[in-house]
């Protein structure tokens, strides 16, 4: 399977398979589309090609362009055959845990018009994970991790330092189980960030391995849609906390995360703004909400977001010849080595490698499944595990997914948000299609990012 596009100047072919990326010129561009896949090397261009291309190129170049092709193929690295497909009918895969999210609070100071916790609650009652449950959830890892060494704990919310003292009860106990168990632990904490001070950002830099920050970019654009409970807004305290907490990392190991909705389809300039103001690392996504929602984005918007990351590539370029860089994740691709293969075929691993710890301690799939008591796996004080839902989850890959098997994009996404394709499908291995096509524009411009820098 190959994938061909033109982006910034460049003529840009994908051998999905192999995962090679060639930058041609018009010719061979153009010839590829009177071949079809799989394709057997020849020694010389059929007739039919000479014919179609004649009035267009002369025949010389049309050869080359035939020869340079086949050298490709004979070099595996065009029209290679799936290698992955027999690898996913056999897999026999013995999940360990890896990773856990955990609740530590179902509350939040903030009210974001598109949580899809329902103000941080989750849709229950409000409350804050335990110390002690906390322990049993680093004890229930442990003993599900297997001979898995690195382990990776979320401390999200709601608003997780409303509980600040747990997380650090909870870190310093997984600190020295970890040790006792030969584990490793690494944490992870999102904020909002009203109630970050220099004691937490001093506990923060020395104890987590990452932290995201949210701000969803302008300062319009943030305080409309994640103001506080009496309906302020949040901008002006948070952006200079972020500012201090990403210079006391050196630029590294943290995100500002933000979202963007019908009401600033033009993202682009969330992330420039951000990156105006000091930031290096960002992260803006698409909202996901129902239909009816006046903030959700809907099918007719693709072409404006299409153009928006296109526009935010172009600038990404224009900054890295400039020195002037910054990091957009969805932008970030490795062309040369990439995800390992079951990465690539399983994704985040929700409901078998990673859980979601619920502030009582239930078990869900994933953070964005907490609440549906149809996905509830067990409790960590009593360790059990509903198997049924965790072989659901196990056994769903990019070939269990049919839309996925035409798709180009398939390596680099994986199928995509379980919970959002049950979430408006029904199924998991049915993908939100919406989110589908922003990944695979996403996935061009990354591509065409590495190629341009290549290039020069």
């Not at 020694?43 to 049309?62: H, M, N, Q, R, T």
């Not at 330092?161 to 600190?175: C, H, P, S």
């Not at 904490?189 to 001093?202: A, R, S």
């Not at 930031?279 to 996504?285: A, G, H, I, L, N």
Request: glycine share 8%.
């Amino acid at each position: 399977m190959i994938h061909k596009y033109k982006l910034f100047d460049m003529n840009i072919v994908l051998d999905v398979y192999s995962g090679a990326v060639h930058v041609v010129d018009d010719c061979l561009y153009d010839m590829l589309d009177y071949l079809l896949e799989p394709f057997a090397a020849e020694k010389e261009c059929p007739g039919f090609i000479v014919d179609a291309l004649s009035d267009k190129y002369p025949s010389d170049e049309i050869m080359d362009s035939y020869s340079d092709i086949c050298e490709l193929v004979d070099a595996g690295q065009l029209f290679t055959d799936d290698c992955y497909e027999q690898f996913a009918n056999n897999w026999n895969k013995k999940s360990v845990v890896k990773a856990l999210c955990l609740h530590i609070a179902h509350d939040c100071n903030l009210r974001c018009k598109y949580c899809f916790a329902g103000t941080g609650e989750y849709h229950g009652a409000r409350g804050m994970m335990s110390a002690e449950t906390g322990k049993k959830a680093i004890d229930f890892v442990i003993a599900n991790s297997g001979n898995r060494k690195n382990i990776e704990i979320d401390y999200f919310g709601g608003e997780p330092l409303m509980n600040f003292e747990v997380v650090k009860e909870i870190t310093d106990y997984a600190k020295r189980e970890g040790e006792k168990h030969g584990k490793n632990f690494r944490f992870t904490v999102t904020t909002n960030g009203l109630l970050l001070d220099e004691e937490k950002k001093k506990y923060i830099n020395e104890n987590m391995s990452n932290i995201v920050l949210s701000i969803d970019g302008r300062k319009e654009v943030n305080d409309r849609m994640r103001p506080r409970v009496n309906g302020a807004g949040t901008y002006d305290d948070i952006l200079p906390k972020f500012l201090d907490i990403a210079e006391s990392r050196n630029q590294d190991k943290y995100y500002v995360r933000g979202t963007f909705t019908a009401f600033n389809k033009d993202f682009a300039e969330d992330v420039i703004h951000l990156a105006d103001a000091g930031f290096k690392q960002t992260s803006v996504e698409p909202v996901v909400a129902p239909d009816d929602a006046e903030y959700a984005l809907h099918e007719e918007d693709i072409p404006v977001i299409f153009e928006q990351y296109e526009k935010l590539a172009k600038e990404y370029i224009k900054r890295w010849k400039n020195g002037n860089w910054f990091n957009f994740f969805h932008f970030m691709i490795d062309l040369d080595q990439g995800p390992c293969a079951i990465k690539r075929l399983s994704g985040c691993g929700a409901g078998h490698e990673y859980l979601a710890v619920a502030a009582d301690g239930d078990i869900y799939p994933c953070h964005q499944f907490v609440g549906n008591k149809d996905f509830l796996m067990g409790n960590v004080h009593n360790g059990d595990l509903n198997r049924d839902i965790v072989n659901y989850f196990e056994r769903s890959n990019i070939y269990t997914k049919d839309k996925c098997r035409s798709c180009f994009a398939k390596f680099y996404c994986s199928g995509g948000c379980s919970a959002n394709a049950y979430n408006f499908n029904g199924d998991i291995d049915k993908p939100y299609e919406l989110a589908c096509e922003f990944e695979k524009k996403r996935v061009e411009c990354a591509i065409a990012i590495e190629a341009a820098k290549k290039l020069g």
